[in-house]
């Protein structure tokens, strides 16, 4: 089963996406990882930048985690020359303790209205485990440039 492109450039591939210096996603060690037509994999290593005292992935890094790609999908179904996107909630449910390794985060669209978003972004570590749920509202706002 195909499934339709969502992201304004039909031609978007993993190669056009890059972790913006000076940003969390460098500070916590992102990185993309798949694109397909409608959905987008980053992720994140679970290691001294990542986890909370206990030596278990901090949920704060999930959250971060979570918002980075679901606001990032967002953005790549936007016209830039029109819109931006910024988040306006997030939630989380924290599933398995991960301890080492890395984690990677799947964000696919529940909804793509005219001024908000709502992504599903699904947690698993390397052993395809789920991890961690969350849910993404971004609001879409027309751009100051235009």
């Given at each position: 089963?195909?499934?339709k492109?969502?992201?304004?450039?039909?031609?978007?591939?993993?190669?056009?996406?890059?972790?913006?210096?000076?940003?969390?996603?460098?500070?916590?060690?992102?990185?993309?990882?798949?694109?397909?037509?409608?959905?987008?994999?980053?992720?994140?290593?679970?290691?001294?930048?990542?986890?909370?005292?206990?030596?278990?992935?901090?949920?704060?890094?999930?959250?971060?985690?979570?918002?980075?790609?679901?606001?990032?999908?967002?953005?790549?179904?936007?016209?830039?020359?029109?819109?931006?996107?910024?988040?306006?909630?997030?939630?989380a449910?924290?599933?398995?303790?991960?301890?080492?390794?890395?984690?990677?985060?799947?964000?696919?669209?529940?909804?793509?209205?005219?001024?908000?978003?709502?992504?599903?972004?699904?947690?698993?570590?390397?052993?395809?485990?789920?991890?961690?749920?969350?849910?993404?509202?971004?609001?879409?706002?027309r751009?100051?440039?235009?």
């Amino acid at each position: 089963m195909s499934s339709k492109i969502i992201w304004f450039n039909k031609n978007l591939s993993i190669a056009d996406l890059t972790i913006t210096p000076n940003t969390m996603g460098i500070a916590l060690g992102m990185k993309w990882y798949e694109l397909g037509d409608d959905f987008l994999k980053i992720s994140m290593p679970v290691d001294e930048r990542t986890k909370q005292p206990y030596g278990l992935l901090h949920g704060g890094a999930s959250c971060a985690l979570a918002e980075t790609a679901g606001s990032v999908a967002s953005y790549f179904v936007l016209d830039p020359s029109k819109f931006i996107c910024v988040g306006l909630e997030i939630n989380a449910n924290h599933l398995r303790a991960v301890k080492d390794g890395i984690v990677i985060a799947t964000a696919k669209a529940l909804h793509l209205g005219s001024t908000t978003h709502v992504w599903d972004i699904k947690i698993h570590d390397e052993r395809e485990r789920l991890v961690c749920v969350s849910r993404l509202t971004v609001a879409i706002l027309r751009s100051r440039n235009i």
